[in-house]
Nanobody, 124 residues
């Protein structure tokens, strides 16, 4: 069983930055793939970025390319989402997800474990 706890959300002005953290607990997390998703009110959940067990990352949304990056620190069991150049349309609840098939192509995974989410609001 894996538990995920997101943190780092909040209110930020357009053009600002935030770093979200996802603290994972469980066994053999080094072998897991992780991803960040987001969901805005009235919209479907959208994949943002994912990272496999080898540290290879893939963007899941064209809208964040060049602005958001994902990273992992396996020693701290933590996955990060660095968000720069934030726009009002980035406002959403951001969720961390994990899947034990970490060697697979991470955009194709149906993530097994999910966190509760952290709210990000971009507004002046």
């Amino acid at each position: 069983q894996v538990q995920l706890v997101e943190s780092g959300g909040g209110l930020v002005q357009p053009g600002g930055s935030l770093r979200l953290s996802c603290l994972a607990s469980g066994s053999n997390l080094d072998y897991y793939a992780f991803a960040w998703f987001r969901q805005a009110p009235g919209k479907e959940r959208e994949g943002v970025l994912c990272i496999n067990s080898a540290g290879g990352d893939t963007s899941l949304a064209d809208s964040v390319k060049g602005r958001f990056t994902i990273s992992r620190d396996d020693a701290k069991n933590t996955v990060y989402l660095q968000m720069n150049g934030l726009k009002p349309e980035d406002s959403a609840v951001y969720y961390c997800a994990a899947d034990p098939k970490g060697g697979s192509y991470c955009p194709m995974l149906e993530y097994e474990y999910w966190g509760q989410g952290t709210q990000v609001t971009v507004s002046s």
